[in-house]
């Protein structure tokens, strides 16, 4: 199953992993030029997340390894860029606490509900929603962003709640022996969804303009 790592939409995620030691150091001289190549390295990071997935499905490389690996990965980037923003940006401990709080229950909880069964619990919508709110606040703190900071804050705090919910969903069907439920988008909320997305990330694209031009 090991060899699995090195199918593309894995090194992909395994990317996201391996560029934090830069990113880190950036913080750490917290020059201007440092600063934006940890914010351009975040992007890509970010980036990566959904690629891994779009590439596995369309050139079928899609494995229970990488459906496993790809949140373990998002999980990893996070606690690690935590760590450097504690350190080097001010990140309020009490939020980190939270976010880091929620991974190690998810992780711990399905340790103990899902070890000797052959089971694969995928990411869920909700999770890929966390994790983009989660890129978005450390980008913003990384940059020191005041209205990225604050929003992202409120739409983390959101996602953490909900995506629980989801996984406690998930595997309380697991525990009674049932299949993990499988996402079954709505197109209605869908549409919803991207237009709620595509007008907050311009609003957000905007102010962070005006400030990048202070």
Known sequence: MLKEIFLLPNLISLFRVLITPVIGYCLYI???LATYTALVLMFFAG?????DGYIARKMNLVSDFGVAFDPICDKIFAIIMLVFLILFREFPL???????GRDLLIVFAGWLLLKGRKIVVPSNLTGKYTFASIALLLGSSTIRFP???????YFTLFFTVVSLLVYYRVFQKVKKG???PSFKDNKNY???RTAFVVLYLSYFIYKLWLYLLC
């Open 94 to 100: 009490w939020l980190a606490g939270i976010i880091l």
């Open 178 to 180: 049932e299949p993990a």
């Open 47 to 51: 980036i990566s997340d959904a690629l």
């Open 190 to 192: 869908a549409i919803m």
């Open 30 to 32: 917290d020059s201007e």
């Open 147 to 153: 209205f990225g900071i604050e929003t992202t804050t």
